[in-house]
């Protein structure tokens, strides 16, 4: 296996691509972006004026003190207090239950190569769908986001536990609870008009988009476009120490040399985690632990994650997630689709044996803020998700799982997870932006 890593290394460093290594990320892998367009969305992002309740930003949820995430495994979205780790429920206004998926990274998802989103894929690229993608809308989807990254952003703002609020407590959330989601006087169209009522979101619109030329133009899209031309300049991660290696600019040290060639080699890492971005955007059944309230409808009772079969109802589907990117993934913590591990190393023992360890896991991996709910009511599913798994257990000792995670180490951008433009100080709305305590 060293003799392996050092042939890796050896070619890299002559300037070529080694087997099985991808090929550097260049420009040509992102879309442009303007940066007027950015710093408006930057602005959005870590404003509450997009939440029903004026409580809760896209920040809150997705924080670079945190890897962009929140630290958590389950989120707390309206009815919490706090940042990250601290975040806790609002006794004054309790939720009703955890947000039932770890919030994803944001890592170079302006990239040309993520064509589907969200856990499940539930939005994705289809030339065939109205505007050019495929979402939960189907029909009823509109037209107007300039990518689908955009339309990534038009879900959490209906999300009752995300960022809308329950039912009776303000406008947005008693659209949401209609139905009504497009057209004037509609979820979307409630939070446009908002952003639009404030003069500096108004001059800014005007001032980066041709096509409005007065505040009572601004529409929902075009608050999506902003704050995805934001996340897609703020959080490109293109200059890890692995980055260089590709680059034919450097080696990797001991023991991160050998863990590469393990990821490439004997742990099979890379037959998913493949490519430049470390993910085949594909869905695999994985046995990670089901913990926390699950992904039902409001009618459903139960506490299940069926993750992709959700979408698309085929039964190869049950209990399959998307690969994740790995960039920056020492930061990104919890792992899994509900954040059943904290700790990195932990999961990545897990993973080698997914069937043995979905036993015997324990739900003190996670990280919860207290709620009053059963969040292990997921393990009557236990059974189920070994029997989805696709995957057969590697054989890996405790010092190349070492190896494996200085790798992983080695995927972190200093400058991608600080950010471009920053946390704002304030933001047009007045109300507060989330810091860390």
Not at 63 to 88: E, Y
């Amino acid at each position: 296996m060293r003799i392996f890593a050092a042939a890796i290394l050896a070619v890299i460093a002559g300037g070529a691509v080694a087997d099985g290594l991808p090929p550097p990320l260049t420009d040509a892998d992102y879309a442009p972006v303007d940066e007027a367009e950015a710093r408006l969305g930057q602005l959005l992002f870590y404003d509450p004026i997009l939440s029903g309740n004026r409580s809760v930003s896209c920040g809150t949820c997705h924080h670079p003190a945190f890897g962009t995430s929140d630290g958590l495994s389950l989120g707390l979205g309206d009815g919490g207090i706090g940042l990250g780790t601290q975040r806790v429920a609002d006794p004054a206004n309790m939720p009703e239950q955890r947000i039932p998926r770890n919030a994803p990274a944001l890592f170079n998802l302006g990239a040309h190569e993520f064509t589907v989103l969200f856990h499940d894929g539930r939005i994705e690229v289809d030339p065939d769908r109205p505007g050019g993608l495929r979402t939960p809308l189907d029909g009823d989807m509109v037209t107007g986001f300039a990518s689908l990254l955009s339309a990534q952003t038009m879900f959490p703002v209906l999300s009752s536990d995300e960022m809308a609020g329950h039912y009776s407590e303000n406008d947005v959330a008693q659209a949401v609870r209609l139905g009504v989601i497009t057209g004037e006087g509609g979820a979307w169209d409630i939070i446009a008009r908002r952003v639009a009522a404030i003069p500096a979101y108004a001059q800014d619109f005007i001032a980066v988009y041709d096509h409005i030329e007065e505040p009572a133009q601004i529409g929902f899209a075009d608050i999506s476009n902003a704050i995805a031309a934001f996340m897609a300049f703020e959080w490109r991660s293109d200059d890890a120490p692995f980055d260089r290696v590709l680059r034919g600019e450097a080696t990797l040290p001991e023991p991160a040399a050998t863990g590469m060639a393990l990821f490439y080699g004997e742990a099979g890492c890379a037959s998913c985690h493949s490519g430049p971005f470390l993910t085949d955007h594909d869905f695999h059944a994985m046995g990670a632990p089901q913990i926390g309230p699950g992904k039902a409808a409001r009618f459903e009772n139960h506490v299940r994650d069926e993750g992709r079969y959700r979408v698309t109802g085929a039964a190869e589907d049950l209990y399959a997630f998307r690969t994740p990117s790995l960039r920056n993934v020492a930061l990104t913590g919890p792992y899994g689709h509900a954040g059943s591990h904290s700790d990195l190393r932990a999961f990545v023992e897990a993973h080698l044996d997914p069937v043995k360890s979905l036993r015997a896991y324990d739900l003190a991996a996670a990280t919860l803020p207290d709620l009053p709910v059963d969040d292990a009511r997921g393990r009557v599913d236990f059974e189920a998700i070994a029997a989805a798994v696709d995957y057969a257990p590697r054989q890996v000792s405790e010092a190349d799982v070492t190896a494996l995670i200085a790798f992983l180490d080695a995927l972190t951008d200093p400058a991608s997870v600080e950010g471009r433009l920053g946390v704002p100080e304030t933001v047009p709305s007045g109300l507060p932006v989330d810091r860390p305590r």
